[in-house]
C-alpha cells in the first residue's frame, strides 16, 4: 500500500474517530449550559444584590439581601435618581438617614453610600460614578481620619462592582449571574432568610440596624478598639502618605465647577473611640488632619469669593469630642437587673439613628416633625479663624473625660497595652 493510501485510511480513521466523540462532547456542552442557566437563574432569583429586582425576588429575599456589599450600593443608584448622595464609612451608612427631612425628606432623592472599611480611593469613585450617572445637587462628605491612612486599600468587593472604572459592563452583569461571589451571596441571603434575619439595608441604602437584646455593649466595645489598634488599616499604625488629599480635592472641585452644594462633616465618635486615638499616639496626626481639612475648604472658599463675591461656602462640621452626647458610659452587666439600651449608641464605634437625625438637623436646619432641635453645643462649625481654639477645646475636653471617667481611660490603656504586647510576641514568633 502505498504511503497516501495509508495516509488517506488514516484520515478517514481519525475523521471517524473524531466523529464518535461528537454526541460526548455535544452532552458536555449542553450540561455545561445548563449548568450556567441554572446559577444564573437561582442568582436572579435570589437577588442577592437587588440587581434584577423580579416581582419573586423582591416578595421573598428583599428584607435579607446583603446591602452592605460595594456591588448592592452600586445597583442602589442604579435603580434611583439620586440628588443628595451621603458618602463615607459605615458610620455614615448606619448613623445618617437619606429620608430625613434636612435632606429632602423620603422624595427628596437622598441616598446613603456609606461604605464600611472604607476610605478615600473607594470614596472618590463612588462620588466619579454618582456624579456621571444622577442628577446629583447636594453632597455630605462624612470624613474619618482612618479614610486618609495609605494602609487602606479597596475593600475585595470593590472590583466586583459599579464602581470599578477598569471592569465593562457586561463583565459586571455576568459577574452578578454567574461568579462564585454571587453564588456565595444568593447562599447567605438563603441563610438569613432561613434565620429570618431582616436587618439588612433600605431601598436608599441606608442600614437602620440595632442591637439585640442582651448585648454586651463593653464587651463587644473593648473587641472594637482592640482590632483597632493593632490592625495597620485602622491604628496599628496610622499611615498618611499625602496620596489621599487629591481624592478629597478632585471631590471639592468638581462639586464647585457642577454647582453641586457640598456639606463636609466629621461624624460623632466616641469618647472611648476618641480616647484611643490619644493613648495610641495619634492624636497630633488627628489634629493636623483636621487642620488640612479646614485649610483645604478655606482655600477653595477664598477662590470661589475672589471669582464671585456671591458665592456659596463649603462649611465644615465636626462632631468629634471626649464630651457631650460622645461621653454616654456604657451600661454594666449587672446580674438580675433589666437590660437597658444605649441611647445613642449601637457600640463605641457607631451612633444610632436618633443621634444622626440631630447631627443632620444640626447642619441643614431642618428637623423631624416631633422633634426639638438640638443645642448650639452639638457639633461646631470649623474654619481657619477657630480651628486652634476648637482643638484646644478638644484637648480640654479629653482632660474632663479621663477625670470623669478613668476607669474607661484604664481601661482603654490596658486594650492598647495588650495590642502593643500581642505585636511584640508576633514579631518574636516571626524571628523579627
Avoid at 464518535?20 to 437563574?41: M, N, R, W, Y
Avoid at 466595645?221 to 489598634?229: P, Q, T
Avoid at 495619634?282 to 477662590?303: L, P, Q, S, Y
Wanted: aromatic share 10%.
Amino acid at each position: 500500500m502505498s504511503e497516501h493510501a495509508a495516509s488517506t485510511n488514516g484520515g478517514a480513521g481519525g475523521t471517524q474517530l473524531a466523529r464518535s466523540h461528537a454526541p460526548f462532547v455535544v452532552t458536555l456542552l449542553a450540561l455545561a449550559a445548563l449548568s450556567f442557566c441554572g446559577i444564573a437563574a437561582f442568582n436572579i432569583g435570589v437577588d442577592p444584590f437587588r440587581a434584577f429586582r423580579t416581582n419573586f425576588s423582591e416578595a421573598r429575599f428583599a428584607k435579607a439581601w446583603v446591602g452592605t456589599r460595594r456591588v448592592s450600593k452600586g445597583e442602589v443608584l442604579r435603580h434611583g435618581e439620586c440628588r443628595v448622595l451621603l458618602l463615607g464609612t459605615s458610620r455614615v451608612e448606619r448613623g445618617f438617614d437619606p429620608a430625613h427631612p434636612g435632606l429632602g425628606g423620603p422624595s427628596g432623592g437622598g441616598y446613603n453610600m456609606g461604605l464600611g472599611a472604607t476610605n478615600m480611593w473607594e470614596v472618590l469613585r463612588v462620588f466619579r460614578y454618582a456624579a456621571g450617572h444622577e442628577p446629583l445637587e447636594h453632597v455630605v462628605l462624612g470624613l474619618d481620619m482612618l479614610m486618609f491612612n495609605a494602609n487602606r486599600q479597596f475593600e475585595w468587593d470593590f472590583r466586583q462592582s459599579l464602581f470599578n472604572e477598569s471592569r465593562r459592563y457586561p463583565d459586571y452583569r455576568l459577574g452578578t449571574l454567574l461568579s462564585k461571589y454571587a453564588l456565595d451571596s444568593s447562599r447567605k441571603v438563603m441563610e438569613r432568610t432561613t434565620q429570618r434575619v431582616t436587618d439588612a439595608n433600605d431601598d436608599r441604602g441606608f442600614l437602620p440596624s440595632g442591637v439585640w437584646e442582651g448585648f454586651d455593649y463593653r464587651g463587644e466595645s473593648a473587641k472594637l478598639l482592640r482590632g483597632f489598634m493593632s490592625n495597620p488599616k485602622s491604628y496599628g499604625p496610622y499611615y498618611d502618605d499625602g496620596t489621599r488629599w487629591a481624592m478629597l480635592q478632585e471631590v471639592i472641585d468638581t462639586c464647585r465647577a457642577r454647582g453641586v452644594g457640598l456639606t463636609i462633616v466629621m461624624p460623632p465618635s466616641h469618647a472611648l473611640d476618641m480616647e484611643m486615638l490619644w493613648i495610641s499616639g495619634n492624636w497630633n496626626a488627628f489634629e493636623t488632619w483636621k487642620r488640612g481639612i479646614v485649610k483645604m475648604v478655606d482655600d477653595d472658599n477664598a477662590r470661589a469669593r475672589a471669582a464671585d463675591p456671591a458665592s456659596w461656602e463649603i462649611p465644615v462640621w465636626d462632631f468629634t469630642t471626649h464630651a457631650g452626647r460622645n461621653a454616654e458610659e456604657l451600661p454594666r452587666r449587672a446580674e438580675g437587673a433589666p437590660w437597658k439600651p444605649m441611647r445613642d449608641w449601637l457600640e463605641t464605634s457607631h451612633f444610632t439613628k436618633a443621634y444622626g437625625d440631630d447631627v443632620i438637623a444640626r447642619m441643614m436646619g431642618a428637623q423631624r416633625a416631633g422633634h426639638a432641635m438640638p443645642g448650639d453645643d452639638l457639633g461646631a462649625l470649623i474654619t481657619g479663624q477657630n480651628i486652634e481654639a476648637h482643638l484646644a477645646r478638644l484637648r480640654e475636653d479629653r482632660a474632663w473625660f479621663a477625670n470623669r471617667y478613668p476607669a474607661d481611660a484604664r481601661m482603654v490603656l490596658n486594650l492598647w497595652e495588650q495590642a502593643r504586647k500581642a505585636k511584640r510576641e508576633n514579631v518574636v514568633e516571626a524571628g523579627g
